[in-house]
């Protein structure tokens, strides 16, 4: 599973992930940490907090990344 997850940081992503990209990596992960595909009704709120702590987590890392060497102008280290 977590091998479908993708790199979401240049230069691999050549624009910014969008929220869609980033939610479904941290999907990905959350069912790859928890080994729930999809979880029972009595799991389904605390799974679903898992993926939105990830993906916000993950869309804050991507923030404030500095990527050396990017094309943007965003963020990069001079």
Known sequence: MC??????????????????????AALQYVRKVSGFRAP?????????????AVTEATADLLAHLEVRGAAT??????
């Open 40 to 52: 029972a009704a009595h799991n389904r709120e605390v799974f679903d907090r898992a993926v939105d």
């Open 73 to 78: 102008g965003d963020r990069a280290a001079t």
């Open 3 to 24: 091998r479908s997850i993708k790199t979401l940081r240049p230069p691999a992503l050549p624009e910014k992930a969008t929220e869609e990209e980033i939610r479904a």
